[in-house]
């Protein structure tokens, strides 16, 4: 048999050296080395449910600490209620980047309100099942935000920005009627294409089981309260 080359088609990625810029609406930009940012935080760690909108799911253990722990270092203006993600765009390291038929821009962005990032269940993960983040799990550093669908939880952070008006995001601007701002975990608001109303668990059995779908993922209790007031189904 032929040994095939796994830098192949993992690319040559590495996640060494690597800074996160916080800027915007902040009394303290700064620019953290990662390394020096995971040191100053106490990792710990979180098992969360995890749901794509494609409608599946599984449980993740996670490492890392809560978000709100790095922007208070950076001190949040109290004009700021968004925060900005940007992703790492290096195509000569990471063959999806690279060529004509890309489905989205890049670099991916996505967004939060200030009050969701700044939610002790918001995450900034450096790990996974107890080791360092793979390129494909987004390393060195990423968001993790358990009651919303998956495509919010953005790989590869190398800028953070605080902001008045509601950020740009990357599947939203791709298609508004299918990828909402919010992206809240929902069964009562299908995808245009398919139901949200159950899912299939990775994991459970041959093929996966279906449960039905918890609103919020199951994190309600928690995080309800973050939308009283508002129409799920018009802010989807």
Not at 7 to 32: C, K, Q
Not at 139 to 160: D, E, M
């Amino acid at each position: 048999l032929q040994k095939t080359d796994p830098a192949r088609h993992s690319g040559d990625f590495n996640p060494r050296p690597w800074t996160i810029e916080v800027d915007g609406l902040v009394n303290n930009p700064r620019t953290f080395d990662i390394d020096d940012l995971i040191a100053s935080q106490t990792i710990e760690e979180r098992i969360y449910r995890m749901r794509c909108v494609e409608a599946w799911s599984m449980v993740i253990p996670w490492n890392g600490f809560p978000l709100s722990a790095l922007l208070n270092q950076v001190e949040p203006l109290s004009s700021a209620k968004y925060v900005a993600f940007e992703t790492v765009v290096r195509p000569e390291e990471m063959p999806g980047q690279r060529g004509f038929f890309q489905p989205l821009p890049w670099p991916y962005r996505e967004g939060l309100r200030l009050d969701e990032a700044m939610h002790p269940l918001t995450l900034m993960a450096t790990g996974i099942y107890g080791k360092d983040l793979l390129g494909q799990n987004g390393a060195p550093i990423r968001l993790v935000v358990p009651w919303k669908y998956g495509f919010k939880s953005i790989k590869s952070i190398v800028r953070i920005t605080l902001q008045k008006d509601e950020p740009f995001t990357s599947w939203n601007d791709a298609n508004a009627r299918e990828y909402g701002f919010y992206s809240n975990v929902n069964p009562e608001v299908n995808h245009p294409r398919w139901s949200q109303a159950t899912e299939r668990v990775i994991g459970a059995g041959l093929f996966g089981s279906r449960r039905e779908t918890d609103m919020f993922n199951g994190y309600g209790e928690e995080v309800a309260s973050l939308y009283a007031g508002m129409d799920l189904k018009a802010n989807f």
